[in-house]
């Protein structure tokens, strides 16, 4: 039998079985928490300090003064991953408010509740494997991206409905939802960024609209610049993106995934995509692997 998994709960290393929070925990009745995906390639987490960097933004968005040094969260991480023998994984590290029951209203003194969880994923890199086993089935759906004016779009917070209300609306075989803002513009899909291609170049709806930030998201985009390859960043509809050469997404564990279809129409991926791809490896090769 396989080894049980080992979760970090507010400081305790504990059986995945056993993992458990208040359910007077403001993460559990609101979504009062921020969160992070991450990736651990050979043991080291890549991206770390925009990781971080993000989580904060995430945190004052929210006013969630938690009192946490970098190095402490690190700790957990890397004593999460370590306790579990992994050294390739999916990690998520979750921040909430913690227990204050009763009211609505944040309470100004906060003791966070810290959960860490890590699950094999295969090796990234020059040699990795993909997560994924076909291009991404895509479909457009009727709900649409919460404006920034109403939730900040660059938090990353528990609140998942929107994403899970757009995923809800698939047909079964499909692998994503694409969410429009409230203009009909593409924002972005449920867990992922949204990149196509004309005429070799490259196009990505702008984040100055209700689009989350991804932070492969912007190692794409610096990849695309040191290629010469010329980026867009721009407001964009869906009939824009059914004519294109080239489509994929783009997203922490997904990394780079082509496309096949979007709404019925068939894209692929193509010379830029599998450019980008290589060039994505290779940073995690020096990176982690080296």
């Not at 003791?111 to 040699?127: C, H, K, S």
């Not at 721009?234 to 990394?255: C, I, K, M, Q």
Request: hydrophobic share 40%; glycine share 8%; with cysteine.
């Amino acid at each position: 039998m396989d080894k049980e998994l080992r979760y970090h709960v507010d400081g305790d290393l504990v059986p995945a079985s056993e993992a458990t929070v208040s359910v007077d925990d403001r993460g559990f009745r609101y979504g009062d928490a921020a969160f992070e995906t991450l990736r651990a390639y050979g043991g080291t987490i890549f991206a770390w300090d925009a990781h971080l960097e993000r989580l904060e933004r995430t945190c004052e968005a929210l006013s969630l003064e938690h009192g946490l040094t970098a190095a402490d969260l690190r700790g957990r991480i890397d004593g999460t991953l370590a306790a579990n023998d992994l050294a390739d994984a999916y990690v998520r590290l979750s921040i909430t408010r913690g227990v204050q029951p009763g009211k609505l209203t944040p309470q100004p003194d906060v003791e966070p509740t810290i959960v860490v969880y890590a699950n094999p994923l295969p090796r990234g890199g020059v040699a990795g494997e993909s997560i994924w086993d076909e291009p991404a089935t895509v479909e457009t759906v009727a709900t649409r991206r919460v404006p920034d004016e109403a939730i900040p779009a660059a938090a990353k917070t528990h609140n998942y409905l929107n994403g899970i209300l757009a995923r809800a609306e698939l047909e079964a075989d499909a692998d994503e939802a694409l969410m429009c803002d409230l203009e009909g513009h593409i924002a972005e899909g449920a867990t992922s960024n949204l990149w196509f291609v004309r005429d070799g170049e490259l196009y990505t709806p702008t984040t100055d609209g209700s689009v989350l930030p991804g932070i492969t998201r912007q190692i794409v985009l610096e990849l695309a610049r040191d290629a010469g390859i010329a980026v867009h960043e721009g407001s964009y509809e869906p009939a824009d993106v059914h004519g294109a050469a080239e489509a994929f997404l783009t997203n922490r564990t997904w990394e780079l995934r082509p496309i096949a279809t979007l709404d019925g129409h068939e894209i692929g991926g193509g010379p830029v995509t599998e450019r980008l791809s290589r060039r994505y490896d290779e940073r995690v090769e020096r990176t982690c692997y080296q």
